[in-house]
């Protein structure tokens, strides 16, 4: 029993069978973790480019990010204080979730985009303060609609800048890559 | 990528005398055991309760705990005076060596021993080491039934089963206050923040503040003469000064 | 591939593969999926991710602390004491603490509701405007007479509201009671007061300034009166700063939490608290010498020393460290005072300030200063106010009862009859937040928002030397479908028509509030002034209240104190049976906080016990029973009984039983039912001469049961006592 | 070519003196030589004898013991967590961690038996070194399940493995439990290997003589040996390698064990000695494991009265009987230095292993380690009677079970901190312990079917190197070298 199995294995078109499932599997692994790295779908299509475009800067919606951990999103009554006096908001099918929300008087459900762990305590302020800019790590906003992560917001990647930035200074890489600066 | 050896720190000086940065001072004498201080450290640090039954078993995740022991024999029976046993926050932690895992490791920011959650795979060595039995574990995923997540504080990480956790001084408390120090370019003063028992204590039994800085409340408060720090005898050199009093 | 196919698939392999790398890698739950909700309006002093921390009033008891609540998007996360406030001065208490767990209960009354029939669970749930209809057609359709209200003991603006209503509309009065205030005995002390300073006021002992303190039951670091004031004038007593360690002289029969403070604990017989502070005083007279003072002419040091079980010479000995102090305090409470002859005992122990001539000074007795806008002092009702009360309820001239802040069902004895007496009454109306044991007996529950949901303010009774009222305001938006109850009660009176809409001619909640905090704008030492109303209540919701920032207690007029004849009697105790009882508050959960989980697991500060009741016994008495640790016995009282636990107390008397209450609820939430007992169910009908139930005036009998029940503690019964370590070496 | 039982059991009784032939036979080694050819088809018969129904019968419920209790009860234990064990403040380690130092213990006897018994020349070893070996391996895998049960978050064990990654994260060195794992893979590793070398003869000659699957399983185990020259040199120098090598790995192991107990700073562990003390109590319940191991293979499987005989476990018994000695040493020692130290938590401690709840085990470990070994292993004929011998292990081995219990919950009982003390309950972890010994027998079955037990080629080369040879009037054991 046993030894038919592999012998049958063994034959040519067994062999093929093994690598197509090995290759199946695989490829199922690579493409969810493919997907995880995609932008999510968000209830409105938003167009960061076009608002880049009009020099609107990022701390004008998300003005948390130089004062303390979170950059925050901005509130529909934000959006609505420049959009009521656009004429496009009117017809544009786009901007219609938005309209509706601020209407009805109900949330928008965001997704994030650009996250941590729970276990990260991360403090936008310290790194603005430090001379960082949004893009370094958010990626060109001009370039995209909705938010997309340019790279894979994981500890490696926050400790090789964290390093580098330390450079000689050795206080500073003593606090830079203490596990309690982000881990507590 | 950056490896071990561009890291200088890294090689932690496991076995070498820490000066030691932010310490505690408890008066023993006036402290109530009131448990003020138990339940303010379980609402700053997400800490959860367990029921009955595992509470009774040893399972109980306080950070801090009020110990009392009986001198005497009726009438002339005494309550010793309450002794509230926290982390040390040793200078030369016993727990730290152990971890295979390097989840709980010394500060060298800010001299604490740090407990890493999400790099603890949970051996529970460190906890078996501590001499002051002041680390929990989280034996089940304890559940907190809606709304009372609510309640989190967003600086603390909950932790989830499998994870050792203990007392951290309040570090998310340190680094909002160095934050806010560092973002109006000043020091942080001494007595600007404390900790979450202390903050709470009706008494003002707990002192918390810079053991490096000799102008400090909390170093004033240690110069006294009665002061004890606990096991000292064993080499770890603990951070919290106890006053015996009476 | 379509786009809905496309999608789904995105979604299953995504969530597939963020669960196999949070698995593999230790990352907890993948929160990518999560949705964000945005401010709609972002209130303009809010910044994302920064915290907001509003000020406003403690609810947990009705001291009246002050609190600062830390929310992060509208979100409460923690409390702190206000330290501008100054009662606590920035400090908390362990339920003050916990009152976030009240908030964010999971068993809280979230809607309106009709109970099908008192005492079922099943309940239909109503909208305000039919609710706040029912509460009209009760005003209007009943006599003025026959509406009562009963209310928590905290003296707050719901209080002056319905007060106002009452006596403008012929309602009966409002009733404040709380199980805190009967264990307190306050009535007696109030009382006693009376009697000896000819004001009927609630002492404040200035435990700070003392030298000596001598304390006959008085449990004032747990939940007497004021423990958080109380607990900071303890640590002024031993800090050694600018005068010597002060000493601290405890007499009572069981060692209680402040009695394990103490540097002598005096395990005096229950019942002989009048005769020691007599005979004490009178020892200490003949040191100091001079003309022995009436009060003391009746007792016999020697025959008290018999009595009492305390051998003369430590009579002698606390007389002399009385009389050679110069700041020597007696303070009466507690246990000592909920007997037959507590008014005795607390006049006894007063006379024994008057040796130390410490009336009004530093060190000694003061009257609590009354609140900024008070006029007199407003005592909770006592237990024998409760019977009468209870009484007309059951004589049927109660029709309606509107119920608020408290849970007689549960926190007065069932020996009273409150659940009988509330069968005659037609129409019971609670205003729970909680589901507690009177909302089910209850025909409606139009549950009134959680404390730090809502508007207010509450006067300090005692524990600062300033007037104090603190402030209260939302600190986060209410979580559930609530509404306070002064806007129900003034939407139904405007609804009710009459004399009812006249006496509450108010907008809302907040026009009321501002009315009555008005007063004080024009006050001179205040601590907050402002031009006009709405700055002044800026001022007053930003710093939690206001205050005087001047002492205005009072020093009591001592005059004939010491020549007052005190009765010398023994109490007399209610009941057969070989033990005297000791029921004592529960120094963490108190009257309401077993609904709080955090509360359950912080364990007793004396026995380390947590989520249960038990009974102390001393160890002696329970190995003659055959008796041991985790038994449970069987407590019989002339009242009633109940089966509990046995934990052996090395600081008992041998002839003394005690029960923690707090517990042994048969509703409340989750946290609280079916979990212990509750030792007001053994208390009879007894009182004492001021009108507070002589609770501790109870003999009981214990039996056993054959049953065993572990009890949960921190403690380890190896490492404490020693049981199970093997014998002695 | 049925093997003829009196020839072993009832040689003709014919002895001059005490050093007659019969007597050299019967007691020390197998020198009653079988051919060959008969020898190979008695170890092929025992191996391929259709089992029994009692044999599916033990193995159906091992199985299910196997499936049930370790497999079923640890996915509770990882989807519930640690609190379904009976651990907790302060008894953070408790019946995985006894189980795992046990596990440890049994996995040293079959290095010491094949690996120093090898170095020494001890001839008695010869037939059952592949058992003992089988036991080395086996143990470990129970060892490494334990060490994984213990563990509050599994999945990441891997995170103990140095690997690069991009956090800059190792394992701590200064740990003793990085250096554990470190060195339980290496010896299983090496173990593993050392088993597999001298089985490649012994499964080239079951290559020779099956068929079917067993053929194909064999001709890919035996490697393609076929038993020339230059194989049996380069086998021979391997093997002679890995005897040696062996040796401070096994010493390694258990002394790195101890380290996770010495190296720490509570009362009672904190100990010098513990190194040696745990190897020489390792060798105990080794010893004791592999006596009871051949009395099974002895008594249930075909022919192997030939192989395993009286003069074996007189052999064995006397080395469990001179270890027992050691372990009473050490104990009493370890005793005395922590009884002298006098330190007040150590006295605590001391007190509360004699006096305490647990005392009876503490009494017991002494009884079945110390008391019954020496009453029972000094009389040579006890010694030489297999089922009492096997009886003797399993006792040791309660015994020994018993001394990791009192050093790891028991102790941990007593602490610096009296307020925590508190006594181990255990929960889940008794159904998963039951559960690592029926996956141990049960491996022990399934291999007694598919591998020869008995490393056939080294009885014979053994029985080659041997022979009685007269001189005069005495008979005596003469030797020829062989490697």
């Given at each position: 029993?046993?030894?038919?199995i592999?012998?049958?294995?063994?034959?040519?078109?067994?062999l093929?069978a093994v690598g197509?499932?090995v290759?199946?599997?695989f490829?199922?692994?690579a493409y969810?973790i493919?997907?995880?790295?995609?932008a999510p779908?968000q209830?409105?299509?938003?167009p960061?480019q076009?608002h880049v475009?009009?020099?609107?800067q990022?701390l004008y919606c998300h003005p948390?990010?130089?004062?303390?951990p979170?950059?925050?999103?901005?509130?529909q009554a934000k959006?609505?204080?420049?959009?009521?006096?656009?004429?496009?908001?009117?017809t544009s099918a786009?901007?219609a979730p938005?309209?509706?929300?601020v209407q009805?008087?109900?949330?928008?459900q965001w997704?994030?985009?650009?996250?941590?762990?729970?276990?990260?305590q991360?403090?936008?302020?310290?790194?603005i303060?430090a001379g960082?800019n949004?893009?370094d790590?958010h990626?060109d906003m001009?370039?995209?609609?909705?938010a997309?992560?340019?790279q894979?917001?994981?500890?490696?990647?926050?400790?090789?800048?964290h390093v580098?930035?330390a450079?000689?200074?050795?206080?500073k890489?003593v606090?830079?890559?203490d596990?309690?600066?982000?881990h507590? | 990528?950056?490896?071990?050896?561009?890291l200088k720190?890294?090689?932690v000086?496991?076995g070498?005398?820490q000066?030691?940065?932010?310490?505690?001072?408890?008066d023993?004498?006036i402290c109530?055991?009131?448990?003020?201080c138990?339940a303010?450290?379980a609402?700053e640090?997400?800490?959860?309760?367990v029921?009955?039954?595992?509470?009774?078993?040893?399972?109980s995740?306080?950070?801090i705990?009020?110990?009392?022991?009986w001198e005497?024999?009726?009438p002339e029976?005494?309550?010793?005076?309450?002794?509230p046993m926290?982390?040390?926050?040793?200078?030369?932690?016993?727990?730290?060596?152990?971890c295979?895992a390097f989840a709980?490791v010394?500060?060298?920011?800010?001299?604490l021993?740090?407990?890493v959650?999400n790099?603890c795979?949970?051996?529970?060595?460190?906890?078996?080491?501590c001499p002051?039995?002041v680390r929990?574990f989280?034996w089940?995923?304890?559940?907190?039934p809606?709304?009372?997540?609510n309640?989190f504080?967003?600086d603390?990480t909950?932790?989830r089963?499998?994870v050792?956790?203990k007392?951290?001084?309040c570090?998310?408390?340190?680094?909002?206050?160095?934050d806010?120090?560092?973002?109006e370019?000043r020091?942080?003063?001494?007595?600007e923040?404390t900790t979450?028992?202390?903050?709470?204590?009706?008494a003002?039994?707990?002192t918390?503040g810079?053991?490096?800085?000799?102008e400090?409340m909390?170093?004033?408060l240690a110069k006294?003469?009665h002061?004890?720090?606990?096991?000292?005898?064993?080499?770890?050199?603990?951070n919290?000064?106890?006053f015996k009093?009476g | 591939?379509?786009e809905?196919?496309?999608r789904?698939?995105?979604l299953?392999l995504?969530?597939?593969?963020?669960?196999?790398s949070?698995?593999l890698t230790?990352?907890?739950?993948?929160?990518r999926?999560v949705?964000r909700?945005p401010?709609m309006?972002?209130?303009e002093y809010?910044?994302?991710?920064?915290?907001?921390y509003?000020?406003?009033t403690c609810?947990e008891?009705?001291?009246?602390?002050?609190?600062?609540v830390r929310?992060v998007?509208?979100?409460a996360i923690?409390t702190?004491g206000?330290a501008g406030?100054?009662l606590n001065l920035?400090k908390t208490c362990?339920r003050?603490?916990a009152t976030?767990?009240?908030?964010?209960?999971?068993?809280?009354?979230t809607?309106?509701q009709k109970?099908?029939s008192?005492?079922?669970?099943?309940?239909?749930?109503?909208?305000w405007?039919a609710?706040?209809?029912v509460?009209?057609?009760?005003l209007?359709?009943?006599?003025?007479e026959?509406?009562?209200f009963l209310m928590?003991m905290a003296?707050?603006h719901?209080f002056?509201?319905v007060?106002?209503?009452?006596?403008?509309?012929?309602m009966?009065?409002p009733l404040?009671?709380g199980?805190?205030?009967?264990f307190?005995?306050?009535a007696?002390?109030?009382?006693a007061?009376?009697n000896?300073?000819?004001?009927a006021s609630?002492?404040f002992f200035?435990?700070?300034g003392?030298?000596?303190?001598?304390?006959?039951?008085?449990?004032?670091?747990?939940t007497?009166l004021?423990p958080v004031s109380y607990?900071?004038?303890?640590?002024?007593?031993?800090e050694?700063k600018?005068?010597?360690?002060?000493?601290f002289?405890?007499f009572?029969?069981?060692?209680?939490q402040t009695?394990?403070?103490a540097?002598?604990?005096?395990?005096l017989?229950?019942?002989t608290?009048?005769l020691?502070?007599?005979?004490?005083?009178?020892l200490?007279s003949?040191?100091?010498?001079g003309?022995?003072?009436?009060?003391f002419?009746?007792?016999?040091?020697?025959?008290?020393a018999?009595?009492?079980?305390?051998?003369?010479?430590?009579?002698e000995h606390l007389?002399?460290?009385?009389?050679?102090?110069n700041?020597a305090?007696?303070i009466?409470?507690?246990?000592a005072?909920?007997?037959?002859?507590?008014l005795a005992v607390?006049?006894?122990?007063?006379?024994l300030?008057?040796i130390?001539?410490n009336?009004g000074?530093?060190?000694?007795v003061?009257?609590s200063p009354?609140?900024?806008?008070?006029?007199?002092y407003?005592r909770p009702?006592?237990?024998?106010?409760?019977?009468?009360?209870?009484q007309?309820m059951?004589?049927?001239?109660i029709?309606?009862l509107f119920v608020?802040?408290?849970?007689?069902?549960?926190e007065?004895p069932t020996?009273?009859?409150?659940?009988g007496a509330?069968?005659?009454?037609?129409?019971?109306?609670?205003?729970?937040?909680?589901?507690?044991?009177?909302?089910r007996?209850a025909?409606?529950?139009?549950?009134?928002?959680h404390?730090?949901e809502?508007?207010g303010?509450q006067?300090?009774?005692t524990g600062?030397?300033?007037p104090?009222l603190?402030?209260a305001?939302?600190?986060?938006s209410?979580y559930?479908?609530?509404r306070?109850?002064v806007?129900?009660l003034i939407t139904?009176?405007?609804l009710a028509?009459g004399?009812f809409?006249?006496?509450?001619?108010f907008?809302?909640?907040?026009e009321?509030?501002?009315?009555?905090?008005?007063?004080?704008?024009?006050?001179v030492d205040?601590?907050i002034?402002?031009?006009?109303l709405?700055?002044f209540?800026?001022?007053f919701?930003q710093?939690?209240g206001?205050?005087?920032n001047?002492?205005?207690?009072?020093?009591?007029?001592a005059?004939?104190?010491l020549?007052?004849?005190i009765?010398?009697e023994?109490?007399?105790f209610?009941g057969?049976?070989e033990?005297?009882?000791?029921?004592?508050?529960?120094p963490t959960l108190a009257?309401?906080?077993a609904?709080?989980p955090?509360l359950?697991e912080?364990?007793?500060?004396t026995t380390?016990?947590?989520?249960n009741t038990?009974v102390?016994?001393?160890p002696?008495t329970?190995?003659?029973l055959?008796?041991?640790n985790?038994d449970v016995?069987?407590?019989?009282s002339?009242a009633?009984e109940?089966e509990v636990p046995?934990?052996?107390y090395p600081?008992i008397?041998p002839?003394t039983?005690a029960?923690?209450f707090?517990?042994g609820h048969?509703a409340?939430?989750?946290?609280?039912?079916?979990?212990?007992v509750?030792p007001?169910?053994?208390?009879?009908q007894h009182f004492?001469?001021?009108g507070?139930?002589?609770?501790a005036g109870?003999?009981?009998k214990?039996?056993?049961t054959?049953?065993?029940k572990?009890?949960s503690r921190?403690e380890?019964?190896?490492?404490?006592?020693?049981i199970?370590?093997?014998?002695?070496? | 070519?049925a093997y003829d039982?009196?020839?072993?059991?009832?040689a003709p009784?014919?002895r001059h003196n005490?050093?007659s032939?019969?007597?050299?036979?019967?007691k020390?080694?197998?020198?009653?030589?079988l051919p060959?050819?008969?020898m190979?088809d008695?170890?092929m018969?025992s191996?391929?004898?259709?089992?029994?129904w009692?044999y599916w019968?033990?193995?159906?419920?091992?199985?299910?013991?196997v499936?049930y209790f370790?497999?079923y009860?640890?996915s509770?234990?990882?989807?519930k967590?640690?609190?379904?064990?009976?651990?907790?403040?302060?008894?953070?380690?408790?019946?995985?961690?006894?189980n795992?130092v046990f596990?440890?213990?049994?996995?040293?006897?079959?290095?010491?038996i094949s690996?120093?018994l090898?170095?020494?020349r001890?001839e008695?070893?010869?037939?059952?070194?592949r058992?003992?070996?089988l036991m080395?391996t086996?143990g470990l895998v129970?060892?490494?399940?334990?060490i994984?049960m213990?563990?509050?978050?599994v999945?990441l064990a891997y995170?103990?493995?140095?690997?690069p990654?991009q956090?800059?994260?190792w394992?701590n060195?200064?740990?003793?439990?990085t250096?554990?794992?470190?060195?339980i893979?290496?010896?299983?590793l090496s173990?593993?290997?050392y088993?597999?070398?001298?089985?490649i003869?012994?499964?080239?000659m079951?290559?020779?003589?099956?068929?079917g699957?067993r053929?194909?399983?064999?001709?890919?185990?035996a490697?393609?040996?076929r038993?020339?020259?230059?194989e049996?040199?380069?086998?021979?120098?391997?093997?002679n390698?890995?005897?040696?090598?062996?040796?401070?790995?096994?010493?390694?192991?258990?002394?790195?064990?101890?380290w996770?107990f010495?190296?720490a700073t509570?009362?009672g562990w904190?100990s010098?000695?513990f190194?040696p003390?745990?190897?020489v109590g390792?060798?105990h319940s080794g010893m004791?494991a592999?006596?009871v191991v051949?009395?099974?293979?002895?008594?249930?499987m075909?022919?192997?009265?030939y192989f395993i005989r009286?003069?074996?476990?007189?052999a064995?018994?006397k080395l469990m009987l001179?270890?027992?000695m050691?372990?009473?040493?050490f104990?009493f020692?370890d005793?005395?230095?922590?009884?002298?130290?006098g330190?007040k938590?150590t006295?605590?401690l001391?007190?509360?292993h004699?006096a305490?709840?647990m005392?009876?085990?503490?009494f017991?470990m002494?009884?079945?380690?110390?008391?019954i070994p020496w009453?029972?292993l000094?009389?040579?004929?006890?010694?030489a009677?297999p089922w009492?011998v096997g009886?003797?292990?399993?006792?040791i081995?309660?015994g020994m079970w018993?001394?990791?219990?009192?050093?790891?919950?028991?102790?941990?009982?007593i602490?610096?901190?009296?307020?925590t003390?508190r006594?181990?309950e255990p929960?889940?972890?008794?159904?998963?312990?039951?559960?690592?010994?029926?996956?141990?027998?049960?491996?022990?079955?399934i291999a007694?079917k598919l591998?020869?037990l008995?490393?056939v080629?080294?009885?014979?080369e053994?029985?080659?190197?041997?022979?009685?040879?007269?001189?005069?009037?005495?008979t005596v054991?003469?030797?020829?070298?062989?490697e």
């Amino acid at each position: 029993m046993i030894k038919s199995i592999f012998d049958w294995l063994k034959q040519p078109l067994g062999l093929i069978a093994v690598g197509i499932t090995v290759l199946t599997l695989f490829s199922i692994a690579a493409y969810g973790i493919y997907t995880t790295q995609q932008a999510p779908e968000q209830p409105i299509q938003f167009p960061h480019q076009t608002h880049v475009a009009f020099g609107i800067q990022c701390l004008y919606c998300h003005p948390g990010a130089s004062k303390g951990p979170a950059a925050g999103l901005p509130s529909q009554a934000k959006c609505w204080a420049c959009h009521n006096q656009i004429a496009k908001t009117e017809t544009s099918a786009l901007l219609a979730p938005l309209k509706e929300a601020v209407q009805s008087g109900t949330p928008i459900q965001w997704v994030p985009v650009a996250q941590v762990p729970d276990f990260v305590q991360f403090n936008h302020r310290a790194h603005i303060a430090a001379g960082k800019n949004c893009e370094d790590c958010h990626g060109d906003m001009s370039k995209v609609t909705i938010a997309q992560n340019p790279q894979v917001f994981n500890m490696g990647w926050c400790l090789n800048c964290h390093v580098e930035s330390a450079g000689e200074d050795h206080e500073k890489l003593v606090k830079l890559s203490d596990c309690g600066t982000c881990h507590y | 990528m950056v490896t071990l050896s561009d890291l200088k720190i890294s090689e932690v000086k496991l076995g070498e005398e820490q000066t030691g940065k932010w310490g505690m001072v408890i008066d023993q004498d006036i402290c109530t055991g009131c448990q003020a201080c138990v339940a303010a450290c379980a609402m700053e640090n997400n800490i959860t309760f367990v029921g009955e039954e595992d509470s009774g078993y040893g399972r109980s995740m306080h950070w801090i705990r009020i110990e009392r022991f009986w001198e005497g024999e009726y009438p002339e029976v005494k309550m010793t005076a309450n002794q509230p046993m926290l982390c040390q926050q040793c200078g030369h932690a016993t727990c730290e060596p152990v971890c295979p895992a390097f989840a709980t490791v010394h500060s060298q920011a800010e001299q604490l021993n740090l407990q890493v959650y999400n790099r603890c795979v949970g051996t529970r060595y460190c906890a078996n080491n501590c001499p002051y039995q002041v680390r929990s574990f989280n034996w089940r995923d304890y559940q907190r039934p809606e709304p009372l997540p609510n309640q989190f504080n967003p600086d603390v990480t909950v932790r989830r089963m499998g994870v050792m956790e203990k007392c951290t001084f309040c570090i998310q408390r340190i680094h909002k206050a160095q934050d806010k120090a560092k973002s109006e370019g000043r020091e942080v003063a001494d007595g600007e923040f404390t900790t979450a028992c202390a903050q709470a204590c009706p008494a003002n039994a707990i002192t918390f503040g810079r053991v490096d800085d000799p102008e400090s409340m909390v170093s004033q408060l240690a110069k006294r003469s009665h002061g004890v720090k606990h096991l000292e005898e064993l080499g770890t050199l603990p951070n919290v000064t106890y006053f015996k009093g009476g | 591939m379509s786009e809905k196919f496309s999608r789904r698939d995105f979604l299953k392999l995504a969530g597939v593969g963020a669960a196999t790398s949070a698995i593999l890698t230790g990352c907890g739950p993948a929160s990518r999926y999560v949705k964000r909700e945005p401010y709609m309006q972002m209130p303009e002093y809010n910044y994302n991710g920064q915290s907001t921390y509003y000020a406003t009033t403690c609810r947990e008891c009705a001291a009246g602390c002050g609190l600062i609540v830390r929310t992060v998007q509208g979100r409460a996360i923690k409390t702190e004491g206000n330290a501008g406030n100054p009662l606590n001065l920035g400090k908390t208490c362990a339920r003050g603490q916990a009152t976030l767990h009240g908030l964010y209960n999971p068993d809280r009354v979230t809607d309106p509701q009709k109970r099908s029939s008192r005492g079922s669970g099943s309940t239909q749930v109503m909208d305000w405007d039919a609710a706040i209809q029912v509460v009209a057609d009760a005003l209007k359709n009943n006599k003025p007479e026959e509406i009562a209200f009963l209310m928590g003991m905290a003296p707050d603006h719901l209080f002056d509201l319905v007060s106002d209503l009452a006596s403008a509309t012929g309602m009966n009065a409002p009733l404040r009671f709380g199980a805190l205030g009967m264990f307190e005995a306050r009535a007696t002390l109030s009382k006693a007061a009376e009697n000896l300073f000819g004001e009927a006021s609630l002492p404040f002992f200035d435990v700070g300034g003392a030298q000596v303190v001598f304390s006959f039951g008085a449990n004032f670091l747990e939940t007497w009166l004021s423990p958080v004031s109380y607990t900071r004038g303890f640590a002024g007593l031993r800090e050694a700063k600018t005068k010597m360690r002060g000493k601290f002289v405890q007499f009572e029969s069981r060692m209680s939490q402040t009695g394990g403070k103490a540097d002598e604990w005096i395990p005096l017989r229950p019942g002989t608290e009048a005769l020691v502070a007599l005979a004490i005083g009178k020892l200490a007279s003949e040191i100091r010498g001079g003309a022995m003072p009436r009060a003391f002419e009746n007792v016999d040091p020697i025959d008290t020393a018999s009595k009492s079980g305390i051998k003369l010479e430590t009579l002698e000995h606390l007389a002399g460290m009385f009389a050679g102090s110069n700041g020597a305090l007696a303070i009466p409470g507690g246990p000592a005072l909920g007997q037959s002859n507590g008014l005795a005992v607390a006049e006894a122990v007063l006379a024994l300030n008057a040796i130390s001539d410490n009336f009004g000074k530093p060190g000694g007795v003061y009257l609590s200063p009354l609140a900024p806008n008070q006029s007199e002092y407003q005592r909770p009702a006592s237990a024998q106010e409760m019977q009468e009360f209870v009484q007309k309820m059951a004589d049927g001239k109660i029709k309606v009862l509107f119920v608020h802040g408290v849970n007689p069902l549960f926190e007065l004895p069932t020996a009273l009859g409150f659940g009988g007496a509330s069968k005659s009454v037609s129409q019971i109306i609670s205003f729970a937040t909680f589901p507690d044991e009177t909302a089910r007996e209850a025909d409606y529950v139009f549950p009134d928002h959680h404390g730090l949901e809502s508007w207010g303010y509450q006067r300090v009774a005692t524990g600062s030397a300033q007037p104090v009222l603190s402030g209260a305001q939302p600190v986060v938006s209410p979580y559930y479908n609530t509404r306070a109850t002064v806007d129900v009660l003034i939407t139904a009176a405007q609804l009710a028509g009459g004399s009812f809409a006249s006496a509450l001619p108010f907008k809302d909640e907040v026009e009321f509030l501002n009315g009555k905090v008005s007063a004080l704008m024009g006050e001179v030492d205040g601590s907050i002034s402002a031009p006009d109303l709405a700055t002044f209540m800026a001022y007053f919701q930003q710093h939690g209240g206001y205050w005087k920032n001047s002492d205005e207690r009072v020093a009591p007029k001592a005059g004939d104190a010491l020549n007052r004849e005190i009765s010398a009697e023994e109490a007399e105790f209610a009941g057969e049976g070989e033990f005297f009882f000791v029921p004592f508050v529960s120094p963490t959960l108190a009257e309401a906080g077993a609904n709080k989980p955090w509360l359950q697991e912080l364990p007793d500060p004396t026995t380390t016990v947590m989520w249960n009741t038990w009974v102390e016994m001393n160890p002696e008495t329970a190995h003659e029973l055959g008796i041991e640790n985790d038994d449970v016995v069987r407590i019989v009282s002339e009242a009633g009984e109940l089966e509990v636990p046995v934990y052996l107390y090395p600081a008992i008397r041998p002839d003394t039983i005690a029960i923690p209450f707090g517990q042994g609820h048969t509703a409340y939430g989750r946290y609280a039912e079916n979990r212990g007992v509750n030792p007001a169910d053994l208390l009879g009908q007894h009182f004492n001469e001021a009108g507070d139930l002589a609770f501790a005036g109870m003999k009981v009998k214990v039996e056993k049961t054959g049953v065993k029940k572990p009890l949960s503690r921190l403690e380890s019964i190896m490492g404490v006592y020693g049981i199970g370590l093997g014998e002695e070496h | 070519m049925a093997y003829d039982k009196k020839h072993a059991e009832h040689a003709p009784a014919g002895r001059h003196n005490g050093h007659s032939e019969e007597h050299l036979r019967e007691k020390h080694l197998m020198l009653d030589p079988l051919p060959r050819g008969q020898m190979n088809d008695m170890v092929m018969e025992s191996m391929l004898e259709k089992p029994t129904w009692k044999y599916w019968l033990v193995v159906g419920i091992l199985s299910f013991i196997v499936v049930y209790f370790l497999f079923y009860k640890w996915s509770i234990l990882i989807m519930k967590g640690q609190g379904e064990a009976g651990v907790m403040r302060p008894d953070y380690w408790g019946i995985f961690l006894v189980n795992t130092v046990f596990w440890i213990g049994i996995s040293h006897a079959g290095t010491f038996i094949s690996a120093i018994l090898r170095v020494f020349r001890a001839e008695f070893r010869r037939p059952f070194t592949r058992a003992a070996e089988l036991m080395t391996t086996f143990g470990l895998v129970q060892a490494g399940f334990s060490i994984f049960m213990h563990m509050g978050r599994v999945w990441l064990a891997y995170w103990l493995m140095p690997y690069p990654n991009q956090r800059m994260l190792w394992p701590n060195l200064h740990s003793p439990l990085t250096w554990d794992l470190l060195a339980i893979t290496t010896y299983l590793l090496s173990s593993t290997m050392y088993l597999f070398l001298p089985l490649i003869p012994d499964v080239a000659m079951a290559r020779d003589r099956s068929t079917g699957w067993r053929k194909t399983f064999y001709k890919t185990l035996a490697l393609g040996f076929r038993g020339t020259e230059g194989e049996w040199t380069h086998l021979r120098n391997a093997m002679n390698i890995f005897a040696f090598a062996i040796i401070p790995v096994m010493f390694s192991v258990h002394t790195i064990v101890s380290w996770d107990f010495a190296a720490a700073t509570r009362p009672g562990w904190s100990s010098t000695i513990f190194g040696p003390y745990f190897i020489v109590g390792a060798l105990h319940s080794g010893m004791g494991a592999a006596i009871v191991v051949l009395a099974v293979i002895r008594g249930t499987m075909k022919h192997m009265k030939y192989f395993i005989r009286a003069e074996h476990f007189d052999a064995i018994g006397k080395l469990m009987l001179i270890i027992s000695m050691a372990w009473a040493y050490f104990f009493f020692n370890d005793y005395m230095v922590q009884w002298y130290g006098g330190d007040k938590w150590t006295q605590q401690l001391l007190h509360f292993h004699e006096a305490g709840p647990m005392g009876w085990m503490w009494f017991a470990m002494l009884i079945c380690n110390v008391a019954i070994p020496w009453a029972i292993l000094w009389n040579p004929k006890w010694r030489a009677t297999p089922w009492l011998v096997g009886t003797v292990g399993i006792i040791i081995n309660v015994g020994m079970w018993f001394e990791r219990y009192i050093i790891i919950p028991i102790s941990v009982t007593i602490n610096r901190m009296p307020f925590t003390w508190r006594l181990y309950e255990p929960g889940i972890e008794v159904p998963m312990g039951i559960g690592t010994v029926a996956l141990f027998i049960l491996l022990y079955m399934i291999a007694s079917k598919l591998i020869p037990l008995i490393p056939v080629w080294e009885v014979q080369e053994g029985q080659m190197a041997h022979e009685l040879k007269k001189f005069g009037r005495e008979t005596v054991v003469s030797v020829s070298e062989l490697e």
